[in-house]
């Protein structure tokens, strides 16, 4: 239905631009509209595209209970590359939680899933957790592979979404490597941010600077942190609530 599949769609590039709310209002009409549809792809497709903004805004519990209805109507309805989506929404708000093993596997599923039905799409997004994750849990040759197997739609494909975000990590893995990088750290968060600037991914951009801006701190350039971080979130019309905006605003005071 083309409402819904521009609605659910439009969900997620809202939160990208910078605006969370609104982003957040239409993954919302998305599913309604599915619903009265009865619909039962619709609506399994726009529980999906739900997860991923609520997720993005950093609503874990909304995430949560969406992410099982989407379990339940894939299963119901054999939809086995949506059943998989589920699995990886699953393990990453596992990992949100900071539940990094448990998380780990749901992904894991999710990919062995994928590689069944030879789906490709969305890799980036997928790894980027248990990038995450592994990380967290110095699992450093496995981040390596993982930022690797990422970055090879990014290439192949021009699938470049998810690419600032892939940035920021890497400059995450180098930091928390011994000794840390600091240097290649900054030139990774930089990329990251310059790479979100040209795409207008605001939200992406908020996610690289807080990095940035963290380091700058405990190199003791508080005024070009501060700096940083107020340029960053003046661009933003709305979005004070999100997980990353407080995360930015709480940083923005300790400096």
């Known amino acids: 239905d083309p409402a819904v599949s521009a609605r659910m769609h439009l969900g997620w590039t809202l939160w990208t631009l ?12 998305a599913v309604q509209a599915a619903l009265e549809l009865e619909q039962p792809h619709a609506v399994a497709l726009a529980y999906f595209f739900q997860c991923c903004t609520d997720l993005c805004r950093g609503d874990l519990v909304a995430t949560a209970k969406t992410c099982k209805a989407l379990t339940a109507i894939s299963a119901e309805r054999g939809f086995a590359y949506l059943s998989a989506c589920a699995n990886v929404v699953e393990g990453q708000v596992l990992i949100a939680k900071e539940q990094y093993e448990e998380g780990l596997i749901q992904i894991q599923r999710g990919l062995q899933g994928f590689d069944a039905q030879s789906a490709g799409v969305g890799r980036p997004w997928t790894l980027a957790y248990p990038i995450a994750a592994c990380t967290k849990l110095r699992r450093f040759d496995e981040v390596a592979g993982m930022l690797r197997a990422a970055r090879v739609p990014i290439e192949q494909n ?4 998810w690419e600032a975000e892939l940035y920021r990590l890497e400059g995450e893995l180098v930091l928390a490597q011994t000794p840390p990088d600091e240097d290649m750290a900054k030139a990774h968060f930089q990329r990251a941010i310059e790479i979100a600037r040209a795409q207008q991914a605001k939200s992406l951009e908020l996610r690289a600077a807080i990095a940035l801006a963290g380091l700058l701190r405990a190199r003791a350039d508080k005024a070009d942190a501060r700096t940083l971080l107020r340029h960053t979130l003046s661009g933003f019309p709305e979005g004070a ?3 990353d905006h407080e995360a930015a605003s709480r940083l923005l005071r300790e400096l």
């Open 18 to 29: 910078g605006y969370p709310k609104s982003a957040g209002d239409v993954s919302r009409q």
């Open 158 to 161: 021009n699938e470049r979404h």
């Open 241 to 243: 609530d999100t997980a």
